[in-house]
């Protein structure tokens, strides 16, 4: 499987963005699609993540209440909506899968990295 993140860009500080990471290849139904970022000079972290056959869902603290992840069965992409965002959220974004393990939140249980899309968020 192949993953490729987009939808990345500047935004202002209480804005909204959207990101989709569109999947070529095949995802077994089981398969979690995780989003993380990485800002710089700091660790790889989770975002939030659902698992690709159904909208079973987890978020990280900081992302739970302000972004919404879900699957779009007709365009073979799995969304992450990002509202109320804050200049701490400003990262290069992921999306991954390959585990199938419902709540991992570890980068090294996902196989399937796609190239990220950077978001910035100016104060």
């Known amino acids: 499987v192949q993953l490729q993140a987009y939808g990345g860009g500047l935004v202002q500080a209480g804005g909204s963005l959207r990101l989709s990471c569109a999947a070529s290849?095949?995802?077994?139904?089981?398969?979690?699609v995780g989003w993380f970022r990485q800002a710089p000079g700091k660790e790889r972290e989770f975002v939030a993540a659902?698992?690709?056959?159904?909208?079973?869902?987890y978020y990280s603290d900081s992302a739970k209440g302000r972004f919404l992840v879900s699957r779009n069965s007709a365009k073979n992409t799995v969304d992450l909506q990002m509202n109320s965002l804050k200049p701490e959220d400003a990262a290069v974004y992921f999306c991954?899968?390959?585990?199938?393990?419902?709540?991992?939140?570890?980068?090294?249980?996902?196989?399937?990295w796609g190239q990220g899309t950077q978001v910035t968020v100016s104060s």
């Open positions: 290849g095949r995802i077994f139904s089981s398969y979690i």
């Open positions: 991954a899968t390959g585990s199938t393990h419902f709540g991992v939140t570890k980068a090294a249980d996902f196989r399937s």
């Open positions: 659902t698992r690709w056959s159904r909208d079973s869902t």
